[in-house]
């Protein structure tokens, strides 16, 4: 039986190599031009390939009066032709053109690029690939973050870009180390599905699936369809219909193996907490819709990354529905177990970012200064990586029930945690005085500014009214948007704030679609002053068990 199985692989062998000298054969004597994808090469030997390009007089011209302002709309995206030199490759006519959001830069700076390959040269490759991105990683001065996290969605079973390096030059001009990243298009889709006939979404500038997102390939981009059924499914009012709808349209698995990883990697400007930062695909032969993570270069605790909980308050509408309802809650924490249990193993991950870094370091292409500090954040990252899997660790041994209530009788809320703002000298005192414990908010540098104190807590589904005495004091006439505040989380509306001296009740009101866990601030605003809270008034009293029905925003 050996002997036959052995034969029949030989067989397949053969066959199968004469089927691909076939394919060969007739391109050859059709004189056609097989395109190799030796793209692997560009992605795993921890190679920083030298990228030259050049850019015509003209060329320039167009890209220098291009002109992007964060915040504002961005202009549609120009293209110029250039030519791109790497070793002894040279590629002509290929299509250039400015990109990012708030990483982008003019073009007499570091700039950002979008690179394609056969746009205005019709089967031209780069080592396979039509479609590059050059990023500046302006945010990840270790160059790693991408890489690093884009390998473990796809070690994780969610399609993902590769990423390599690239020391680029313009026209003579040495920009420095850049990010290497391959493009979503249907030369991705290819190696992923297979059919690429459904629309690829664009969310990486912004914009959850209600919006009017950007199609960047599919046969019918002008059918919505599959995003109006999901946003249907997520949106349904009964749990356990929805659940149902939501296994209908969404490749559910696929989606909560998605959303562990951004809240394990803090990927605080993905799709699960901003929204923004994501590719989605609809997946035509199963009818299923499948995201794709974007933009991981502010990962383990850079930047502005929310609260480490793994159960955070997700924002993206597809999170929030899927995850909002008990058997979401349920396989979701299933799947960051399994996800943190099987891919993310501190002792490989810290070896792969010893493996890549040094062999940007080997590669000749950073100086003295340079190297130092490279080596510096890398050191940092390594830190950052040892302490959001020790955080992750201890939160999975010790996952917490949500609270109990008796009917509507409100439960005291005691320990607070102050939260430094960002700007402004505002400090946080605690004070256990005779006639009663409070919180304050004091403010002293005469520029507006907002500091709180926080608690979070894990409910189950319901409406629920936090409540408690406070006042300001030394606030500035006349200040505008300034007060104290009760709310939660992700609510930033003025309404409710008060100017009040004297102790005044404050009550504020919210709804939890489902287990979750939520932010509860005390909050001061203002120029100057103070902003008091009661301690032992603080209470959080549950309304109702079931939420009341509110528009998504």
């Given at each position: 039986m050996k002997d036959l199985w052995m034969s029949g692989r030989r067989a397949g062998r053969r066959a199968a190599a004469q089927a691909l000298l076939?394919?060969?054969?007739?391109?050859?004597?059709?004189?056609?031009?097989?395109?190799?994808?030796?793209?692997?090469?560009?992605?795993?030997?921890?190679?920083?390939r030298p990228i030259n390009i050049e850019i015509g007089d003209a060329g320039m011209k167009t890209l220098q009066a291009y002109h992007q302002v964060w915040g504002q709309p961005r202009p549609k995206r120009i293209d110029v032709k250039a030519t791109i030199r790497e070793g002894n490759r040279v590629y002509t006519n290929v299509s250039i053109h400015l990109k990012g959001s708030y990483t982008y830069q003019s073009v007499d700076q570091k700039p950002s690029l979008t690179v394609n390959f056969d746009k205005l040269a019709p089967g031209q490759r780069f080592h396979g690939l039509d479609k590059i991105h050059l990023n500046n990683s302006v945010q990840d001065p270790t160059y790693l973050c991408e890489k690093l996290a884009r390998e473990l969605f796809a070690q994780a079973g969610v399609p993902a870009s590769r990423v390599g390096h690239a020391r680029v030059q313009l026209n003579g001009r040495d920009l420095g180390l850049y990010i290497l990243v391959e493009g979503y298009n249907k030369r991705f889709l290819k190696r992923h599905f297979s059919s690429v006939r459904g629309n690829l979404y664009d969310g990486g500038s912004g914009g959850d699936v209600t919006k009017a997102l950007e199609v960047d390939s599919g046969e019918d981009p002008e059918n919505r369809a599959d995003l109006t059924n999901l946003v249907a499914a997520v949106r349904e009012k009964g749990v356990a219909a929805r659940m149902a709808k939501v296994e209908q349209s969404l490749d559910v698995p696929s989606f909560l193996t998605f959303a562990a990883l951004e809240v394990i990697l803090q990927h605080w400007d993905g799709y699960c907490l901003g929204p923004n930062n994501y590719r989605l695909f609809h997946d035509a032969d199963r009818d299923k819709m499948v995201f794709m993570p974007h933009g991981l270069d502010q990962i383990l605790g850079v930047g502005l990354s929310p609260p480490a909980s793994l159960t955070p308050a997700f924002k993206g509408v597809v999170a929030r529905g899927v995850i909002g309802t008990p058997e979401g809650r349920r396989r979701y924490l299933s799947t960051v177990e399994h996800v943190f249990t099987n891919h993310c193993d501190e002792a490989r991950l810290i070896a792969k970012v010893e493996r890549v870094s040094q062999g940007i370091l080997s590669s000749g292409e950073l100086g003295f200064l340079e190297r130092l500090r490279f080596q510096a954040v890398v050191r940092q990252l390594k830190s950052r990586i040892h302490r959001r899997l020790t955080d992750v660790a201890q939160q999975l041994a010790a996952v917490t029930k949500p609270l109990a209530f008796e009917g509507t009788t409100p439960l005291a809320i005691q320990t607070w945690k102050f939260k430094q703002p960002s700007r402004g000298e505002t400090e946080g005192i605690q004070t256990n005085g005779r006639d009663?414990?409070?919180?304050?908010?004091?403010?002293?540098?005469?520029?507006?500014?907002?500091?709180?104190?926080?608690?979070?807590?894990?409910?189950e589904g319901g409406r629920y009214e936090l409540s408690g005495l406070c006042r300001v004091d030394g606030l500035p006439p006349g200040a505008t948007n300034s007060g104290v505040i009760l709310r939660i989380s992700g609510e930033r509306e003025p309404t409710g704030l008060s100017t009040n001296t004297a102790w005044s009740p404050q009550r504020y009101e919210f709804d939890v679609p489902g287990p979750l866990d939520v932010e509860l601030i005390c909050e001061f605003r203002g120029p100057a002053g103070a902003g008091l809270f009661d301690l032992t008034t603080l209470k959080l009293r549950r309304l109702g068990s079931s939420p009341k029905t509110t528009p998504e925003r």
């Open positions: 076939g394919v060969w054969m007739l391109a050859w004597t059709a004189g056609a031009a097989v395109p190799v994808d030796d793209s692997d090469t560009l992605f795993t030997n921890a190679v920083v009663r414990d409070t919180l304050e908010v004091r403010h002293t540098s005469g520029e507006w500014a907002s500091g709180s104190w926080r608690r979070s807590v894990l409910l």
